[in-house]
Nanobody, 117 residues
């Protein structure tokens, strides 16, 4: 059974930082690209950051220079370090895994990030 379990969300003031974690089980981690997506109320889900099996990283333009994605293969975990958070970053953040060969995807249950003073 595949599970992606996110943690690390919460309430933070503008300018603050959070680190999201996503622990994967039931997949061969090294064969999956990993990513973080977010969905704000009334908006479509958007890609935030992805890291493929070779370590190639992609960010949406609005988070470049503020967010950092990384993966730890020994722990089957992907992280999203979020700095200089803004109210526009408020959303439910979802972990995603995509098989490099079949492109089959799995999703986590989501974790709420709220940036507010």
């Amino acid at each position: 059974q595949v599970q992606l379990v996110e943690s690390g969300g919460g309430l933070v003031q503008p300018g603050g930082s959070l680190r999201l974690s996503c622990a994967a089980s039931g997949i061969i981690f090294s064969t999956y690209a990993m990513g973080w997506y977010r969905q704000a109320p009334g908006k479509q889900r958007e890609m935030v950051a992805t890291i493929d099996i070779s370590g190639l990283i992609t960010y949406v333009g609005s988070v470049k220079g503020r967010f950092t994605i990384s993966r730890n293969s020994a722990q089957n975990t992907v992280y999203l370090q979020m700095n200089s958070l803004k109210p526009d970053d408020t959303a439910v953040y979802y972990c995603n895994s995509r098989n490099a060969l079949t492109l089959y995807e799995y999703w986590g249950q989501g974790t709420q990030v709220t940036v507010s003073s």
